[in-house]
């Protein structure tokens, strides 16, 4: 599944192809995904041109003068750039034209999805799905020691375990499963311990730490930049050297006491249970 990196650096790699462009077709080949694509899309969308591409979450914003589309690329989409005159491949269910260059969404599972907001309906926070969502990773109100202290502010009381509390995606988004086991080791935490009795302290080193294991996520992605353009390939998960995630029955890296595998909210967690205490 795409997760927050993912999404990061395919805003990166389209964003100066897309910016500044105008919308010449919308084509969908099958609008039946996770939400059915809005039909009126190629109306409202043809003459356009595409201001800017953000991320909010897993979330890539298009706006244009009169709204936002929100694009998700759910389980298994994918974007890609190619000449417009380029076949498309199976499973491209929707793409929009900007003169010779086509971008496609590639989507075989089709758990992807494709919103409008307009303008008239205020600013595109105000969307529901997005509504909900916790704090940037990399925005002012998650940067030094505000994203730790918010986390410990919002953790008071609860008893669910820290893994599911920062998996939540309810106080920071884009620590999917990977990530939330790497960044609790770098923080030093147990996994298992309830978020509430976690301290400030604590929980300020697990904020640097979720910056930190995400930013080299997207370093080892920004090298895979190309392979948004013309690429046949399947972009899957970066390449990210984990230290804990996936590393079962393997020694610590850092103190060679066996990594342990545990099971939280149906997802796997792996910690050593020497370094994180
Ligand atoms: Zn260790």
Wanted: hydrophobic fraction near 35%; aromatic fraction near 8%; glycine fraction near 10%.
């Amino acid at each position: 599944m795409p997760e927050l990196p993912e999404v990061e650096v395919t805003k990166l790699g389209i964003s100066p192809q897309i910016e500044g462009k105008t919308i010449t077709e919308v084509i969908i080949h099958d609008g039946r995904l996770r939400w059915p694509v809005p039909e009126k899309l190629s109306r409202i969308l043809i003459g356009q041109k595409c201001l800017m591409i953000r991320r909010r979450g897993k979330y890539l914003l298009f706006h244009f003068d009169s709204g936002v589309m929100l694009l998700h690329l759910g389980m298994t989409g994918v974007l890609r750039i190619q000449k417009k005159h380029e076949a498309p491949k199976k499973y491209n269910r929707v793409e929009f034209h900007f003169g010779e260059i086509a971008l496609r969404l590639h989507d075989p599972r089709k758990f992807g999805s494709i919103h409008w907001h307009a303008k008239k309906d205020g600013p595109v926070e105000n969307f529901a799905l997005l509504q909900r969502l916790g704090v940037e990773p990399f925005e002012q109100e998650f940067s030094g020691d505000i994203g730790g202290e918010l986390l410990y502010k919002k953790s008071r009381g609860r008893k669910i375990s820290v893994k599911q509390y920062l998996l939540s995606g309810q106080i920071v988004v884009g620590v999917g499963n990977i990530y939330c086991s790497e960044s609790l080791f770098e923080a030093k935490i147990n996994p298992k311990r309830a978020a509430g009795k976690i301290s400030k302290q604590s929980y300020i080193r697990l904020g640097e730490a979720v910056r930190m294991v995400l930013k080299k996520a997207i370093q080892a992605g920004g090298s895979s930049l190309k392979d948004f353009v013309h690429s046949d390939g399947e972009p899957g998960h970066f390449m990210v050297m984990t230290k804990v995630y996936d590393r079962v029955g393997l020694p610590c890296k850092d103190c060679g006491t066996t990594i342990q595998q545990i099971t939280q909210g149906q997802r796997s967690t792996y910690y050593c249970p020497s370094c994180q205490k």
